[in-house]
């Protein structure tokens, strides 16, 4: 494992996958990251079984872990159960998935996930998307910022935030994270750092579809699973764990 992304519960997740070493059996690792969680599953696999590794970043995908019984796959975690098909593989014993941003992400200066350093507002997952978080901030109308902020990143004056950008943005491109922070120091709200991390979480959620993308990936888990199988998602924010529990409710309600 390299440093890409330190992954978090390590054990816990995994463990949760009930891997038996005995048995021939599929797994799917929905977030491959650095390939954390990836390399333990390989550990505990046994010889005959295949993991399913999926990541939208080539940042990530060039991490590949050499293991035969790995097949490491480039895309949105939405479509995995399509690619899954393709392998002819329609059942599975287990999904793992690490939900939200990688540490490499926040720290790699290129990719404008973090306010902690100046740099571009991109924020895409994949370089293939074509909204980022620039365009976001210089092309939404005040409704959809206001939508964006107050949905995604819980922020109680979203309302007033969206006027302060749109009016700022009349003399102004935001273009990198400082300048952007300097155009709403004024609005700021509480503590200045978790309201900064609220508006940055937000953007990235709407700039990478987040919400939907894991509503999707969530209804699909249920289909792609054997009888037994088992479904371990870390999530790290409210919106995150609301449609996991919702997805843990209808399942077992639908016995």
Known sequence: MNEYHVPVLLEKSVEGLAINKKKQQVFVDLTYGGGGHSERILELMGADSILYSFDQDLDAVVNKIEDKRLILIETNFRYFRKFLRLYDIFKVDGILADLGV??????EKTRG???RVDQELDMRMSRDQEISAADVLNGYSE???IRVF?????IRNSRQLAKKIINDRQRLVFSRSDGFMKSIQGVIMGNRMKYLSQVFQALRIEVNDEMNALSEMLAETSKALDQGGRLSVISYHSLEDRLVKNLIKKVLQAG
Do not use: R
Not at 102 to 107: I, W
Not at 150 to 154: D, F, L
């Open 102 to 107: 990688s540490s490499y992400q926040l720290d």
């Open 113 to 115: 996930f973090s306010y």
């Open 143 to 145: 409704e959809d910022l």
């Open 150 to 154: 107050s949905e995604y990143g819980e």
